[in-house]
C-alpha cells in the first residue's frame, strides 16, 4: 500500500496521517485520546468493543475509529455527549456483565476497564449485575485465567496469533455464553501449543489473565515489551487497515 | 420390528429409489398435483401420493399424471392437491380419507369437479407469481419437468446470445432489489463485483441462511423449485465473471438440502452447471454448504467466513463482500429469492418486471404468512399491495373472528404495525417509514390476545440468544434489555426503567457491530411508538391489556 499523506481534522486540530492508516492510530500519533478496550497497537483490528466510535462531519452514522481509514479532508469529532454516554453506557455494561469487583481483583490500578471507568467519570451503575458464576482455570503452571473477568477482547487470542504464532487461544460459543478456550477447549496446563511466553497475560486490559501468585492489586503488566516485539515482527503492521 | 435393518429398511428404501415416473406420461390429459414441500409432508402428504396413485392405477385412468410438486402455498389446508388443468384445489387430503380420494379420482376422469374452483379463491387471485411461477408446477427432483415448463431458456439465452454488460443493464432495469433484507439494488451490487478486478477468480453466493422466526419463503422456493435458483445463480455467474457459486444452506432445511443437490447434479447433467454450459465457453460449479443454525451466519460476513470454515462472527465492513469476499476475492451474495428472480428478468425483460409494484420497489415479493390469519402459507404479491389485502383477502382474516391487533415484518429487526397502518403499500420506503422493514419476508399476524411488550420480550429473546458475542453492545445490550423487558411483562418495570430501556436500544442501534445488534433493538422501538399504553398499563397499573402476560402483583 502506498504512503500517501491525508489531511483532516480531529477535534479541530490540523493533523496528517498516511493512506490506509485509522483514524485512532492517526488520533493515538497526535496526541488525542479515542477510548479503546479490543486495539492494542501492533495488533490487527476487530473493532468488537465499540468503545471508539467517532462522529465523522456529512456520515450519519458513528465510525468504530480503530476500523476506518482516514481520508482527505475528513472532519472528525471524538468526543460529544451524546458519545460520552454511550461509552458511559459500554463500560456499564462490561462491569454488569461478569464480576468485576475491582477491592478483590489482582489487576486493581492495574486495569485498563477501571482506569476508563475514571477517566469517562462513571460514577454509577443503573442496570443489575448479571453475575454469572464462570471457570477459573488455574492448570498453567505460570498463569492463571479468570473468566470472571474477561471482557473478550480477544487481545490475547490475537497476540497469540499474529505475534508469538502459536494460536493458542480462540473463543467457544455465542453471546453471553461465549468463552476464551485453549486447544479447542482443553485446560490451559495441558495445552500442547502454548509456548508459556506470558504475551497473552502481558497484553489482557483486565484481570482475566495473570501470573500465578500475585495477590490483589499486584498484576501489574511489563506492557512497553509488546510494542517492542510488534516493532520487529513483520505482520505486526496493525497501523495499515 | 426385530432388529435394527428392519427397523431402517423401509426409509433405507425409499431414499434409494430413483425419481419415479408416478403414472406413465402417455398421452396425459390432466394431472393430480401433491404438494410434497416440508409443511405438507408434515402431515403425511407422501402417503397422500401413494394411496392416489394406486386409486389412479386402480381405476385404469391411463390419461392422468399424479406427480411430486413443490408448495402449492396455502399450507394451513394441508395436504394439498392441485388439479392445475381444471383449477380445483382440494385441502386437507388425508391418506385415509376414502370421500376426498374418490372425488378426486370422479373429478381426474371427468366426472363432478369436486375441491375448491381456485379462480374463486382470493388467497389465489390476489397474487401474482414470478419467483413462486413453477412452484407447485414442476417435480423438484425432476430437471425434465423445469425444462418443459421453459427453464434453463434464460440461462441459454445469456450465454449464447447476451454480454455480461447486457445481462446487468437488463437487470439494472428491471429494479430488482436484494430480497434478503436490507433492500440494496441487486443490479448496482452486480456491476461492483463485475467491476472489481481479480486474478483468481470470484465467488457468487446464495444466501440461504433463512433463520428468521416464522419465515419459510427461502426453504419453500428450494423445496419446490431448486433449479430458477441455480439458473438464477449461473447467470449471475456470467454477468460478474465468476466460475464457482455456493449455496449455503442451515441444515434444519435437510429436505432443501437433498432437492438442491439432487438439482446440482441433474443440471450438470443437463448441461446447464459444469464446463461448456448450453456449448460455451462459460463454466460455472455450484457447490453446497451446510450451516448450523446460528441466526447471525445470515449476515453476509459472517456467512463467509463460515463458507471459509471459520467462526461465523461478522467483521465491521468495508471491505464490502464485493472488493473482498471469499478467500479475499470479489465474491457477489444475494438471496433465494433475488436469484429466483433474475430467469424471469432475464427472459421477459427488465421493463416488463419494473412494470409491477411501486416507484422505488419494483417486482412481487415472497412473503411467509402466519400467526392468527385463517390461511397461512407462502404467498407472492405485488409490491404495493395494501397491508390489509394481505391480511384480509389473502390471509381470510383472523382466526375464531378476533380483533387484528398488529403484524409484524421483518423479523427480529422488523416491526409491530397497528391497526391504523393496514391501508399502508408494503414498499421499502413505506415500511422503513414506519418503523418496520421489508426483511426477508416473514409476516406475522396477531389478534387483540397478544400483548405487546410480551412481543418485543420474546425478540428480544431470540437476539439475546443469537448474538454472536463479538460487539459488546450487542452481547450484553441484548441482555439487559431482555431484563427489562422481563420486568416490565411482570409488572415490576417503573418509569424509569423504561427510559432506561429506551436509552439502552438507542445506544445498542447506533454501536453495534452488525445488522443483528443494530437492529435487535427495533421490535422494543416500534412497540413504544404505536403501543406506549401497553407498557404503562403494565408498569402504572400492573396490568396486562392483552391479557397474556403473568403479572406477579403490585411489590416491586
Ligand atoms: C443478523 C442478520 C441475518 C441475516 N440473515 C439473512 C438471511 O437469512 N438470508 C438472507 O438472504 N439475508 C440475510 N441477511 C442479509 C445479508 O447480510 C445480505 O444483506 C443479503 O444476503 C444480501 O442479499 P440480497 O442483496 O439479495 O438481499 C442477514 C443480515 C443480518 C444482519
Ligand atoms: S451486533 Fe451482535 S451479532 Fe453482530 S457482531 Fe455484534 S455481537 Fe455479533
Request: contains cysteine.
Amino acid at each position: 500500500m502506498s504512503d500517501e499523506v491525508r489531511t483532516l481534522v480531529i477535534d479541530g486540530r490540523d493533523v496528517a496521517g498516511a493512506s490506509g492508516q485509522s483514524i485512532l492510530s492517526v488520533a493515538e500519533e497526535s496526541g488525542v485520546f479515542i477510548p479503546a478496550l479490543c486495539h492494542l497497537a501492533g495488533l490487527s483490528e476487530v473493532g468488537s468493543c465499540r468503545l471508539c466510535m467517532v462522529e465523522v462531519e456529512g456520515t450519519a452514522r458513528l465510525v468504530a475509529s480503530c476500523v476506518t481509514a482516514v481520508e482527505e479532508g475528513m472532519k472528525v469529532t471524538t468526543t460529544s455527549e451524546r458519545l460520552l454516554a454511550y461509552r458511559r453506557r459500554a463500560i456499564e455494561l462490561l462491569f454488569m456483565e461478569r464480576n468485576h469487583v475491582c477491592s478483590v481483583c489482582v489487576a486493581d490500578n492495574h486495569c485498563e476497564l477501571q482506569e476508563l471507568a475514571k477517566t469517562l467519570g462513571v460514577t454509577h451503575f443503573e442496570l443489575p449485575p448479571l453475575h454469572p458464576a464462570c471457570d477459573v482455570d488455574a492448570t498453567h503452571e505460570r498463569f492463571v485465567l479468570d473468566h470472571n473477568r474477561c471482557i473478550l477482547c480477544a487481545r490475547c487470542v490475537r497476540v497469540c496469533d499474529e505475534i508469538e504464532g502459536a494460536h493458542t487461544w480462540d473463543i467457544r460459543g455465542r453471546g453471553t455464553g461465549a468463552r476464551l478456550i485453549s486447544d479447542l477447549g482443553k485446560p490451559w496446563g495441558e495445552s500442547t501449543t502454548c509456548t508459556s511466553c506470558g504475551k497473552c497475560v502481558q497484553v489482557c486490559p483486565t484481570g482475566a489473565l495473570y501470573e500465578k501468585g500475585r495477590s490483589v492489586a499486584e498484576g501489574k503488566r511489563h506492557r512497553p515489551y509488546v510494542p517492542f516485539l510488534v516493532a520487529t515482527n513483520a505482520l505486526g503492521t496493525g497501523r495499515q487497515l | 420390528m426385530s432388529t435394527i435393518e428392519d427397523a431402517r429398511a423401509p426409509g433405507e428404501g425409499a431414499r434409494r429409489r430413483p425419481p419415479e415416473p408416478l403414472v406413465p406420461e402417455g398421452e396425459r390429459r390432466v394431472s393430480a398435483n401433491v404438494c410434497q414441500a416440508a409443511g405438507c409432508l408434515s402431515m403425511q402428504s407422501d402417503l397422500v401420493l401413494g394411496a392416489l396413485r394406486d386409486r389412479v392405477e386402480a381405476a385404469g385412468l391411463s390419461d392422468v399424471a399424479v406427480r411430486r410438486v413443490g408448495c402449492l402455498g396455502l399450507c394451513a389446508a394441508g395436504p394439498l392437491v392441485e388439479v392445475p388443468e381444471l383449477g380445483r384445489l382440494f385441502d386437507h387430503v388425508q391418506p385415509d380419507d376414502g370421500a376426498a380420494l374418490d372425488s378426486l379420482v370422479t373429478t381426474l376422469s371427468g366426472g363432478e369437479p369436486g375441491g375448491q374452483a381456485m379462480a374463486k379463491e382470493p388467497f389465489f387471485s390476489h397474487q401474482v407469481k414470478v419467483v413462486l411461477e413453477r412452484c407447485g408446477q414442476v417435480d423438484p427432483e425432476r430437471v425434465e419437468d423445469y425444462l418443459d415448463a421453459g427453464g434453463y431458456e434464460a440461462l441459454t439465452k445469456t450465454v449464447t446470445t447476451m454480454s455480461p454488460e447486457e445481462v446487468i443493464a437488463e437487470v439494472v432495469r428491471s429494479g430488482l432489489r436484494g430480497r434478503g433484507g436490507a433492500g440494496y439494488p441487486t443490479g448496482l451490487k452486480w456491476t461492483t463485483v463485475a467491476k472489481a478486478t481479480s486474478h483468481d477468480g470470484k465467488f457468487v453466493v446464495c444466501n440461504a441462511d433463512e433463520g428468521d422466526p416464522g419465515a419459510f419463503m427461502d426453504r419453500s422456493v428450494l423445496e419446490s423449485c431448486p433449479q430458477q435458483v441455480l439458473e438464477g445463480m449461473a447467470i449471475a455467474g456470467y454477468a460478474v465473471g465468476a466460475q464457482h457459486g455456493y449455496v449455503y444452506v442451515r441444515a434444519e432445511y435437510p429436505l432443501a438440502v437433498k432437492r438442491l443437490n439432487s438439482a446440482i447434479r441433474q443440471a450438470e447433467r443437463s448441461g446447464f452447471l459444469g464446463k461448456q454450459i448450453a456449448g460455451t465457453d462459460f463454466e460455472f460449479h455450484v457447490e453446497v454448504r451446510i450451516g448450523a443454525g446460528a441466526f447471525v451466519c445470515g449476515e453476509e460476513t459472517a456467512l463467509l467466513a463460515s463458507i471459509q470454515g471459520g467462526r461465523g462472527t461478522p467483521r465491521p465492513r468495508p471491505p464490502y463482500p464485493a472488493a473482498s469476499g471469499l478467500w479475499g476475492r470479489p465474491t457477489l451474495i444475494n438471496n433465494v429469492e433475488t436469484y429466483a428472480n433474475v430467469p424471469p428478468v432475464v427472459m421477459r425483460g427488465g421493463e416488463w418486471y419494473g412494470s409491477i409494484g411501486t416507484g422505488k420497489s419494483k417486482g412481487t415479493k415472497v412473503f411467509a404468512l402466519a400467526g392468527a390469519v385463517v390461511n397461512t402459507g407462502l404467498i407472492e404479491v405485488p409490491m404495493g399491495l395494501s397491508l390489509r389485502q394481505i391480511v384480509f383477502d389473502i390471509g381470510g382474516g383472523l382466526v375464531g373472528g378476533k380483533k387484528f391487533k398488529a403484524v409484524q415484518t421483518g423479523g427480529p429487526s422488523g416491526g409491530c404495525l397497528p391497526e391504523e397502518l393496514l391501508d399502508m403499500p408494503i414498499d421499502y420506503e413505506s415500511l422503513a417509514q414506519a418503523g418496520s422493514h421489508m426483511g426477508s419476508g416473514g409476516m406475522i399476524v396477531m389478534d387483540e390476545s397478544t400483548c405487546m411488550v410480551d412481543v418485543a420480550k420474546y425478540f428480544m429473546d431470540f437476539c439475546r440468544e443469537e448474538s454472536c458475542g463479538k460487539c459488546l453492545p450487542c452481547r450484553a445490550g441484548t441482555v439487559q434489555m431482555y431484563g427489562l423487558l422481563d420486568k416490565i411483562t411482570r409488572g415490576r418495570g417503573t418509569r424509569h426503567d423504561l427510559d432506561t430501556l429506551q436509552s439502552l436500544a438507542e445506544m445498542v442501534r447506533t454501536t453495534s457491530l452488525c445488522g443483528l445488534g443494530q437492529g435487535a433493538p427495533n421490535p422494543v422501538f416500534s412497540t413504544l411508538r404505536y403501543f406506549r399504553d401497553e407498557y404503562l398499563a403494565h408498569i402504572d397499573d400492573h396490568t396486562c391489556p392483552a391479557g397474556a402476560c403473568r403479572l406477579d402483583g403490585g411489590e416491586r
